[in-house]
């Protein structure tokens, strides 16, 4: 594979692989502000950046299950009405590192930051099938089992030397409601080459996989996608099943993702020094500001963050924002209903101790307390209590 060609990158990331390229900002990064910036959103790469260099050649090639092929160029795509999309993208691998450490699992290590939040400007995928002749949703319940495939530029190793590719429900993509977009820019930038330049799918709420970048075409297919990544890779096995006894067709490839918090105000590992914070102590307490984010899948919003000091013996909700100074509601209306939230609560802490966040969703599912629990093979969903230690002194 050819690494002669890739972009320049921001030297804060923390580089898990290098070939390809997979990196992630400090966790302090990702509660700076609601909408991570581009050179912060960590890159979840298979092979090497392609380099499209001519956008006006540049098209979209459309078969399989419609009347007559098509082509869509660049240029048709802007011709649509665009929309801005704030949605959070979440590698399904985010926190397997800490996975890995109650017992090993195969794939490339993530702290906690293999997620961002963006607003990802673009033409409606629905849009885009009606002008082909694929009808918008009208009935959640007309799906008919058919898929839609995306299948990029780049190439790599688990295809073989073939195309990344995934798909998703045809109901999905045709439902203007899922907000399925093709996005041309990010935070109101034209997506750089690393995040899919000039275009990616983005599906919100959906494991960051199936937001396939680098678009090169689309087949409408009558079941899911056979390739790699939706096969043989993110699906969720139960802790009994290992490389000896696996049996990769009793799964479903994962879609939505699951009900997850993160503490990034404070390191796995926290000192925090009374001295230098004597003006900060009350009555030999110290005040520590904790932040982090929280979100969940399926266009399920955060319904509480609950907070403990004291691992896990008593609970206290921390406030919950999108944009500061509007109160966060998870109705679909007045918040970002695909972005996360950020959390935020302030404690006076006696001694050293373990600070663990945990959230609920609208659905009210919560959070599993033990990584022991939900651990599988490749290591992907880990959305366990994420638990701080503070150890108090010099
Ligand atoms: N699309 C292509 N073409 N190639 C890839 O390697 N990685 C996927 C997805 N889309 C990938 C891809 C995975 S696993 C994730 S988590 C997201 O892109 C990461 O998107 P980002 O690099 O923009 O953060
Ligand atoms: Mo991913």
Redesign the pocket.
């Known amino acids: 594979s050819d690494y002669s060609q890739e972009p320049s990158r921001h030297p804060c990331l923390h580089i898990n692989a290098k070939e390809p390229f997979n990196a992630e900002p400090p966790r302090s990064a990702l509660v700076s502000s609601y909408v991570t910036p581009v050179e912060l ?7 090497p950046i392609p380099l499209v260099d001519d956008i006006e050649r540049y098209c979209v090639d459309i078969n399989g299950l419609i009347e007559s092929p098509k082509k869509l160029y660049f240029r048709d795509i802007r011709m649509l009405p665009k929309y801005n999309v704030t949605a959070t ?1 979440q ?1 399904a691998g985010n926190r397997r590192t800490a996975m890995s450490i109650t017992r090993k699992v195969k794939g490339v290590g993530w702290n906690v930051s293999a997620i ?1 939040n963006a607003v990802w400007g673009g033409a409606k995928l629905a849009d885009i099938l009606e002008l082909i002749g694929v009808p918008k949703l009208t009935s959640s319940t007309q799906s008919g089992g058919k898929h839609i495939e995306f299948v ?1 530029i ?1 190439k ?1 190793e688990e295809e073989n030397g073939g195309p ?1 590719k995934a798909s998703i429900p045809l109901s999905q993509a045709t439902n203007p409601e899922a907000d399925v977009l093709l996005a041309y820019e990010m935070n109101g930038e034209p997506l750089n080459r ?3 330049y000039p275009l990616r799918v983005i599906v919100p709420g959906v494991i ?2 199936r ?4 678009l090169d075409s689309i087949n409408i297919i009558a079941e899911e996608c056979q390739g790699f990544f939706m096969q043989k890779d993110y699906k969720m096995f139960p802790p009994s099943v290992d490389w000896g006894n696996i049996s990769w067709n009793t799964r479903k490839p994962q879609m939505d993702f699951p009900v997850q918090s993160v503490i990034c105000s404070l390191e796995d590992a926290q000192s925090i020094k009374p001295g230098k914070v004597r003006s900060l102590c009350i009555h030999s307490f110290i005040k520590v500001r904790i932040s982090g984010y929280a979100v969940s899948g399926g266009c399920r919003g955060i319904e509480r963050v609950d907070v403990s000091i004291d691992g896990g013996k008593t609970w206290r909700e921390a406030t919950r924002f999108q944009k500061t100074g509007i109160p966060y509601i998870a109705d679909g209306i007045s918040n970002d209903k695909w972005a996360w939230v950020l959390f935020e609560l302030t404690v006076d802490i006696p001694q050293s101790t373990e600070i663990i966040a945990k959230a609920v969703d609208s659905a009210a599912n919560v959070q599993p307390e033990k990584v022991q629990d939900i651990w599988n093979l490749r290591g992907i969903l880990n959305t366990s209590w994420h638990r701080v230690h503070v150890r108090i002194g010099h």
């Open positions: 959103f960590f890159k979840r790469n298979h092979g993208l590698c961002g990029s780049d790599c990344y690393d995040h899919g960051g996989a937001s396939v970048k680098w």
